[in-house]
């Protein structure tokens, strides 16, 4: 297995089954720090650089908390508009990473272009962590749903995982690859403007991912064991920001997750939604026994923790 100390987590493409199995063991064992709200020492001498051009809740803030649980500190910017990379100057992401690695031990960047967390790699001395490119992958999404299911399944070999929302977004992409080294199934709902590109597809195929094309959700909820949820209705990813709209289009019920659909769902499936969610996935399903996006939100931090202490050597 290749050594986490000092990597770049960019894209799940390369990513071998056993560090998949690394990283969820790690998490086991820094999950208890999170659990007990308390924070330690393990990354005491550490900083933490966020370079988020994009709005984000979830994927920035879990990024913080794992790292300020480990002892370490945090610095960086949650709008490029605040900075010289998005004001009159539009520094490049090369000018801008050269002096971000002297700010900190890792980086870990959010952008509207694809590929932009691979061109920062390419300039910095400290990690990179890949915290959602565009429309091209979420690494550490993936990996801490991923996590989620084999802590609430015990495996994720031998599941059905209906992917339902738009399959051109990152969080897709990333789970069609890292799916390629389980033995699952991923079965793919989506409008038909909004399905897998042929090329992605193609790379699935080439890759030995095991999946199929539904058009309704009926068609898979009675034998799947996650389904996993992104909006059919999207902001365009390759903005920095969308302000919102006075009108939005509505999902249609063949895309959308309700109480009475769940009723013919396999008693022991699981949701998953990465969030924020608009109507895909009603607030009436939260309390259901299905519903385990709240624990996928906490397993959010505890992945970033097995992360960050794995790319700064902790465990080597």
Do not use: C
Request: charged share 30%; no cysteine; glycine share 6%.
């Amino acid at each position: 297995m290749r050594s986490f100390a000092g990597r770049d987590i960019l894209s799940l493409k390369e990513f071998e089954r056993n560090e998949f199995e690394h990283l969820f063991e790690i998490a086991d064992r820094v999950e208890p720090i999170a659990r007990e709200r308390r924070n330690t020492d393990m990354l005491a001498h550490k900083t933490l650089v966020t370079a988020f051009y994009q709005p984000s809740t979830r994927t920035r803030l879990a990024h913080e908390a794992a790292m300020h649980r480990l002892g370490g500190h945090v610095t960086g910017f949650s709008d490029a508009k605040m900075t010289r990379a998005g004001d009159f100057y539009q520094e490049s992401i090369k000018d801008t990473v050269h002096m971000l690695e002297f700010y900190g031990d890792v980086i870990v960047m959010r952008h509207f272009d694809q590929g932009a967390p691979h061109e920062a790699a390419k300039w910095s001395s400290v990690p990179v962590i890949n915290g959602g490119d565009g429309w091209g992958e979420h690494p550490t999404q993936i990996l801490t749903d991923l996590y989620t299911i084999t802590k609430e399944m015990g495996s994720v070999d031998g599941k059905s995982i209906l992917a339902v929302g738009d399959h051109r977004m990152r969080t897709m992409h990333s789970l069609g690859y890292a799916l390629s080294q389980f033995d699952a199934e991923m079965v793919i709902l989506a409008p038909e403007e909004m399905s897998p590109l042929p090329e992605f597809l193609a790379e699935l195929d080439e890759k030995g991912t095991n999946y199929r094309i539904v058009d309704h959700i009926d068609e898979a909820i009675e034998t799947t064991d996650v389904i996993y949820m992104e909006p059919v209705v999207q902001p365009d990813y390759t903005k920095a920001r969308q302000e919102k709209q006075e009108v939005y289009a509505r999902t249609d019920a063949k895309y959308q997750v309700t109480t009475e659909v769940m009723k013919k769902a396999k008693g022991s499936s699981i949701i998953l939604h990465s969030l924020p969610r608009r109507d895909e996935l009603l607030p009436e399903v939260d309390d259901s026994r299905h519903a385990r996006y709240w624990q996928e939100a906490y397993n959010g931090v505890v992945m970033r923790m097995a992360l960050l202490s794995s790319v700064l050597g902790v465990w080597e």
